[in-house]
């Protein structure tokens, strides 16, 4: 009856009766015929659930950990077919409600048999532990027992805990349950904090870090009357020896499948470090939420945990038989601070899990800049170490599909959701892609900086025991973000009724409480009842609920796959427990399109399989293990593109030495000390094989990394860099041989003097391919070197060389000039006069190629720079002209990376591919709200800095750095502007005062890696995809990579040394992306193409190493290994060689293009460069893709003439000889 009247509620009747069928059964639903996307909240009134976790202040005060919550259980504890509800409390005992239907519940505790008094209960979930069918209860406490009553079936329960095996005396937080080992019973683990806070225990001065912590010999050790409260570890990154608050240690059971538990320790034999290693001893860490899911796809169960303050998250990786080993350091690169929940889904319908941690960063730029941040900020090291830094932050981790994850946050849209506890994905308006739910508030704002401030100057002091309640309150609206399908997120909490009181909301947990297939959601809150979200969607939707298998009868760790036309593939895990304090029901509900047939398939935890293929939407379907079948053999994957060939480099590693950049100009977003190294193929001792040419950092060595067929063989150059050495380009020594042209940043020069001691641009003469000592090729300059491109600007046959200037040391971001050399007959370089005014103007260069944009036979030179446009320079005769503004990018502006060159239509006109950051940095620009940089004499030393923005809603510019940065930096201002809620309501021209006189700004329109196709005289601008955004890239490498004919490219990813408040930026693996040869691409996984680059990458370059006829793939890393890839997948094409076609001032035809001719059937055109990407070069024999049967390439070199040579079909290298035709 009470699901009879929960569904009358609905609208017009409909018949729900059972429908029975082979291996599963059937009922329609009952749909809300006045619904809409969203919920309606519904309150204690309404509901009758008045149960309250309340907590007094003065009890708070003495025991901050009181304030953590309390949380809910949902599930149907007498078979009636709808969830019951189950409310734990700290300061009263927990009650018991049954659903009544209609959203009705009422108070059945007392006739229940669970008893609560004198308990603080904490975390709570339904699960069957016995096998019975009946759903049990498990209940955490802070301090006292774990609490198990047994449930008759009928909803009375009976206390087992004596006989449970469960433990007491902890602090129990969440708690989760799966089969860990597969022998099918549920097996427990459940987090745990602290029953009492040190700091609310002992006064400051008893707890100092001297009366906790003594120096014994050469060792510090915490005194033996401390050892329950501290310990201590050496932690280099934070400056030595850390002192730590002890927690209690998790407790992980193993269940017998009776409903009674074996403890089985945190630690060797069935738990081990990511090195394999048996743990020490127990982590003792501050848990806030722990959940079971399989991460992987092989069936078992794996381990979040999440931790609060500086104790690490802890990822468990489960081997199938319930032994876990923890991630390695590479599979998360950064987690949440203080973690409170963790969640997981399929956020891009990509068939890999990923998973959401909740934290709690203000979602407003003004309020960020009240608070004082949890995490503590840590130096970045140089090169690709295996820390985990911790943010106080929401983090969205996305799964590569290879045991790694991209922390995309800021690229999602959901790093800030306030004071996070509760958090759960949900597909609220069934489109098919999960939401995100949270819910949040606190006691206490403690992140309120003001406050600290107040309490450190205050007189008399307040006691250090009543410090908490001088914060202001903390409520808070809770935040509902839809999932746009596109791995962004918005806030639609007002549209769907979320969130509509301000309050401390802090369990959550899921359920079909009124049978319509759609979940509903239940949170707790402190200090007020709980509060019901009923789901008011009236869109299509199938609902899924499993009977499996005793004595795993819920079918816990089966996995839901739901198809249906026009949707994408949707999938789901059970689980038990594992939400912020809270349990969810064991039903599911997926999207499924109106009028559709839907397969569901079921893959049990034991590897069987059930599927459904002829499901119908609008209907709840209970799914029975007894007629699962095995499961059919996957379908092997095919072979990656790619293979990693980077033993054959032996170990080449990049050197750089860490410079304090921030000392000069304190308010930089990034280093400029950690650019390179850039990377080029070119055969240096004359072999025929193309050889490695990487550069280095201050402290190292140009090497040149000979190609010796099987291997390579590192020739250094001698001696140590002074400085770093940024592009390397091969060119001809005039002598017949070659040799080795490198710039030189100067910007860890010490002075302006200093600066100005060393050339530019130095050359390094070659024997047998190893460099000797260099020479100066072009004169020192007051800014560092980046860019060098080489090319035949005035058709004499020598190739120029083209300076680009990329950061005058101290004083970034003022302009600098650029320069074009010209080649002289007797080998020497000389400025060129007719240039000069223009290249001077050019900015911050940060990458140039030279590419013949309107195919008049003279090479145009594309210029990208930082805070400008892309800039084109249109040659004539070696006359260049500024042609921005008619190409159509002079209003694009940005803090570019890298530029590279591609016929990627295949029209026959070079397309251009800009790299910059991407949109997973926290910053956004666009043309109406640029990201702008103020620029002034308001710094101590250089120019002033302020980042800024224009508020949305007002217009005015607000300053986008920290109060507490920005006071540093520039002390004046403090005098100014008195509070931080003072600086968040403050303009630029207030924060600065006198210093805004005059200040200039630069700013960037977008921040988007971008495809300019060319149109004869304009670009067409677009976006690459959404995936290439995730990270910032530099180096771009345009290669036909799998032969088919159009031109794909490659991203090498990544950006490190940023300022030490900002994360660094590591979402990348290098991106391959398949062209369409429409000016499309598809980006590939890491799976699919081979690819893993995790380090801080730069350049990058192509070349046929092998002399297969692939094309190879070179990346540098900044500070670590450079690596190699060979290319095994791609259908092999045609090396083109032009060796001699260009005379000997240019005899690798730079600037020359190849194309291949079949008929009335063209290729993409190929031009051969000698700088390009970023700061790199790829081999100057190209390799292209062919057709079947005979074909031609036609050639086009430098000055407009033409040659073809026909060839037959399977021929690998085609050469050309003699003198071109006119």
């Not at 007020?528 to 979200?533: H, K, N």
């Not at 750089?656 to 990034?670: E, V």
């Not at 072009?778 to 190739?799: F, Q, T, Y």
Request: aromatic letters at 8%; proline letters at 6%.
């Amino acid at each position: 009856m009470p699901l009879l009247a929960a569904l009358a509620a609905c609208g017009p009747r409909v018949d729900t009766s059972w429908h029975q069928a082979e291996g599963y059964r059937w009922r329609a639903l009952a749909l809300p015929w006045r619904g809409h996307d969203g919920f309606t909240q519904l309150d204690a009134s309404s509901t009758g659930l008045t149960h309250r976790n309340d907590v007094d202040d003065e009890h708070a005060l003495a025991n901050r950990n009181l304030l953590i919550g309390s949380g809910v259980a949902l599930g149907d504890i007498d078979g009636d077919g709808l969830p019951d509800v189950f409310l734990a409390s700290v300061e009263r005992p927990a009650a018991l409600y049954h659903n009544l239907g209609g959203f009705k519940f009422e108070d059945v505790t007392a006739a229940s048999g669970i008893d609560t008094k004198g308990l603080a209960t904490t975390g709570a979930v339904f699960a069957d532990v016995n096998g019975d069918g009946a759903l049990d209860l498990i209940v955490g406490t802070l301090g006292g027992p774990l609490k198990l009553w047994l449930n008759d079936g009928k909803g009375h329960f009976t206390d087992a805990t004596k006989a449970s095996g469960l433990d007491s005396g902890y602090a129990a937080t969440t708690l989760t349950l799966a089969d860990v080992d597969g022998n099918g019973t549920l097996d427990l683990y459940v987090a745990t904090y602290k029953t009492r806070n040190a700091l609310d225990a002992y006064p400051p001065q008893a707890r100092s870090f001297d009366q906790v912590v003594k120096k014994i010999g050469e060792h510090y050790e915490v005194l033996p009357q401390w050892k329950k409260e501290y310990r201590i570890e050496e932690r280099a990154d934070l400056g030595g020896i850390v002192r730590s608050q002890r927690a209690d240690v998790d407790l992980f059971f193993l269940n017998d499948g009776k409903g009674h538990f074996t403890r089985v320790p945190v630690t060797a034999p069935r738990f081990l470090g990511a090195d394999g290693k048996p743990l020490a001893e127990e982590p003792d860490f501050f848990g806030l939420a722990a959940r079971f899911y399989d991460v992987n796809g092989d069936g078992a169960p794996d381990l979040y945990v999440c931790n609060d303050f500086e104790d690490p998250d802890q990822f468990w990786i489960n081997d199938g038989k319930g032994n876990f080993r923890l991630a390695s350091p590479y599979a998360l690169r950064e987690t949440s601070n203080t973690c409170m929940s963790v969640d997981f889904a399929d956020v891009n319908r990509d068939g890999n899990v990923d998973f959401f941690t909740a934290d709690m960063a203000n979602p407003t730029l003004a309020g960020r800049q009240t608070e004082v941040p949890t995490h503590t900020p840590l130096r970045k090291p140089v090169g690709l170490t295996p820390d985990r830094p911790q943010w106080m932050r929401n983090m969205l981790q996305v799964s590569r599909g290879d045991g790694t994850w991209a922390q995309i946050g800021d690229y999602a849209g959901v790093i800030a959701t306030d004071w996070t506890w509760g958090s759960a994905f949900l597909d609220v308006d069934f489109d098919g892609y999960e939401d995100l739910l949270v819910v949040n508030g606190h006691r206490w704002d403690t992140r309120d900086a003001d406050t600290y401030d107040r309490l450190r100057d205050k007189f008399p002091r307040v006691p250090w025991n009543r410090e908490s309640a001088e914060f202001p309150r903390g409520d808070s609206h809770s935040i509902a973000m839809r999932n746009n399908g596109d791995l962004t997120f918005r806030d639609a909490s007002r549209q769907w009724g979320w969130g509509t009181d301000a309050a401390i909301t802090q369990g959550i947990a899921l359920a079909d409480l009124n049978g319509d297939g759609a979940l509903d959601v239940v949170a707790t809150r402190l200090d007020a009842p709980p509060v019901v979200y009923r789901n008011d969607s009236k869109a299509p939707r199938v609902a899924v609920r499993l009977k499996g298998d005793a004595p795993n009868v819920a079918g816990i760790g089966a996995k839901i796959t739901v198809r249906a036309a026009g949707l994408p593939v949707q999938s789901r895990e059970i689980t038990a427990g594992g939400y912020y304090l809270s349990g969810s029901d064991a039903e599911l509900s997926f999207a499924a399109g109106k009028d559709s047939v839907l397969t569901i398939e079921v893959r049990w935890r034991d590897g069987r399989v059930s599927t459904i293929r002829d499901a119908r939407p609008n209907r709840l379907y209970e799914v029975d293990a007894t007629r699962a079948v095995a499961a059919s053999a996957p379908t092997p994957a095919p072979a990656p593109l790619f293979q990693d060939a980077t033993a054959l480099l032996g170990g080449h590693q990049h050197v750089d030495s860490l410079f304090d950049d921030f000392s000069r100009q304190p308010l930089l977003p990034n280093r400029f000390s950690q650019l390179g190294p850039g990377i080029a193929w070119a055969d240096v001792d004359g072999d025929g094989k193309p050889d490695l040419v990487v550069g280095t950092g201050r402290g190292g060595a140009l090497t040149v990394l000979r190609n010796d067929g099987a291997k390579f063989t590192p020739l250094r150059a001698p001696g140590t860099a002074r400085w770093d050495l940024s592009t390397v380009l091969p060119v001809p020594d005039g002598h017949g041989g070659t040799m080795l042209v490198a710039g030189q940043s100067n910007y860890e020069s010490l002075s302006a003097a200093d600066a100005m001691s060393a050339p530019s641009v130095i050359a390094f003469p070659l024997t047998r391919g190893a460099p000797g000592a260099p020479v100066a090729v072009a004169p020192p300059d007051s800014a560092s070197v980046g860019a060098l491109a080489l090319a035949d600007v005035n058709g004499d046959g020598r190739l120029d060389l083209f300076v680009g200037a990329r950061v005058i040391p101290g004083a970034w971001p003022l302009p600098a000039p650029s320069h074009l050399y010209l080649r002289q007959a007797d080998g020497s370089w000389a400025p060129d006069p007719k240039n000069a005014a223009l290249f001077a103007r050019l900015g911050l260069v940060t990458a140039a190629t030279f590419v013949d944009l309107d195919n008049d036979g003279w090479p145009d030179l594309v210029v990208a720079s930082e805070w400008g446009p892309i800039r084109v320079l249109h040659n004539v005769k070696g006359v260049f002209s500024d042609e921005t503004k008619a190409w159509g990018l002079d209003g694009i502006s940005s803090r570019w990376n890298g530029v590279s060159v591609g016929d990627f239509d295949g029209d026959g006109r070079l397309d251009l591919v800009v790299t910059s950051w991407g949109r997973n940095t926290g910053w956004r620009a666009s043309n109406d709200r640029p990201y702008e940089l103020v620029v002034g004499r308001f710094g101590t030393s250089g120019p002033g800095l302020l980042a800024a923005q224009r508020d949305s809603a007002t217009g005015k510019e607000m300053p986008l750095e920290s109060f507490a940065r920005l006071g540093v930096a520039y002390p004046d201002v403090k005098r100014r502007i008195a509070t931080y809620a003072d600086y968040a309501k403050s303009t630029v021209d207030e924060v600065l005062g006198d210093g805004a006189k005059g200040a200039a700004r630069v700013g960037a329109t977008t921040f988007d890696h971008l495809l300019l196709l060319n149109r004869g005289g304009h670009f067409d601008v677009t976006p690459l995809p959404a995936l290439a955004q995730l990270a910032p890239s530099s180096g771009a490498v345009v290669a036909d990579f799998d032969g088919d004919g159009h031109e794909d490219l490659f991203l090498a990813q990544n950006f490190f040394p940023t300022e030490i408040s900002t994360l660094r930026f590591d979402a990348g693996a290098g991106l391959l992306l398949l062209g369409d040869g429409k000016g499309g691409f598809t980006p590939r996984t890491v799976g699919e193409s081979g690819i893993s680059v995790l380090g801080d990458a730069r350049g990058a370059a192509a070349a046929d190493f092998d002399g297969d006829g692939r094309v190879d793939l070179a990346v540098s890393q900044n500070g670590a290994a450079t690596t190699l890839w060979r290319n095994r997948g791609a259908r092999p094409g045609v090396r083109v060689h032009l060796e001699g076609m260009c005379g000997a001032g240019n005899p690798l035809c730079i600037g020359a293009r190849v194309r291949v001719v079949q008929g009335a059937r063209s290729f993409p055109v190929r031009e051969i460069h000698a700088g390009s990407g970023y700061w790199s070069m790829d081999g100057a024999v190209p390799v292209l893709a062919v057709p079947e049967g005979d074909y031609e390439i036609e050639a086009v070199l430098p000055g407009g003439t033409k040659s073809n040579v026909r060839v037959k079909a399977g021929t690998l290298d085609a050469r050309f000889s003699g003198a071109p035709k006119p």
